[in-house]
């Protein structure tokens, strides 16, 4: 059987936008890819070494050991250092190279000075990783609020979706896995009175949709397929 979810949903984008203008549309999202992907692709490095630090945490069972003294300044720099990563620059050029990764080396030093942390003062190792863990999710939080917003700018040119298209949408929405339904729920109230709804069996009228909406889910579909394709 054909699949026609692809011809469906194509030519959205700049609905009564002449050709030079969406032409030009389509140029100026490209090029804010290229700008942005260094900005999310520098958040890897910090977000791996906050999971290893937190996996840390959680596995901590052995006794302390002493140390010497001197060396508790030393651990506190590298983890500071490298925690500190993850604030992003104000200004920064798609020509600028990226940053290395990071080396056995530095990656060594900051394992030991995780394990020192754990094994004289966890509580305040623990307290340290939180804080870092809320100012790396308060990074990540508003680059997603700036990011929706200029998508919900580009989305404001597409053009109405169909009947074919949103009956279209609504089994791929039926197919979505159990987990990725919140997600669905909070793309549909987004900027609405929340309503309770058991995710297990939701209900969604996408007549009732405005358009910006409808192009979201039909978005945040295609990106669940893409991912599940994936290879593991």
């Known amino acids: 059987m054909k699949n026609t979810s692809g011809s469906l949903f194509s030519n959205s984008i700049g609905a009564g936008l ?43 069972n052995h006794p302390s050991s002493p140390t010497n003294a001197a060396y508790s300044g030393d651990a506190g720099q590298v983890l500071h250092k490298k ?35 754990l094994e004289n003062d966890s509580l305040e190792f623990e307290e340290m990783v939180k804080k ?14 700036q990011l929706e917003e200029l998508l919900d700018t580009v989305r404001s040119t597409y053009r109405p979706m169909t009947l074919i298209e949103k009956q279209q ?19 549909i109230q987004h900027g609405k009175m929340a309503k309770a709804q058991s995710c297990d069996e939701i209900f969604v009228d996408l007549e009732k949709e405005d358009n910006k909406t409808l192009w979201r889910l039909y978005s945040y579909v295609k990106s669940v397929e893409r991912a599940t394709a994936l290879p593991l």
Do not use: Y
């Open 132 to 145: 870092h863990s809320d100012e790396l999710s308060a990074t990540l939080g508003h680059m997603e609020k």
């Open 83 to 117: 925690l500190k990563t993850a604030e992003i620059p104000k200004e920064r050029t798609c020509m600028e190279e990226p940053k290395t990764a990071e080396t056995p080396k530095e990656r060594t030093e900051v394992d030991d000075a995780v394990l020192f942390f």
């Open 169 to 187: 949408l609504r089994k791929l929405i039926q197919k979505l896995p159990p987990k990725n339904l919140d997600w669905v729920v909070q793309i």
């Open 18 to 60: 002449s050709d030079f203008k969406k032409e030009r549309l389509k140029t100026l999202l490209q090029q804010g890819t290229i700008v942005l992907s260094p900005e999310f692709d520098e958040m890897l490095d910090p977000i791996l070494a906050l999971s290893r630090l937190q996996s840390q945490v959680r596995k901590r």
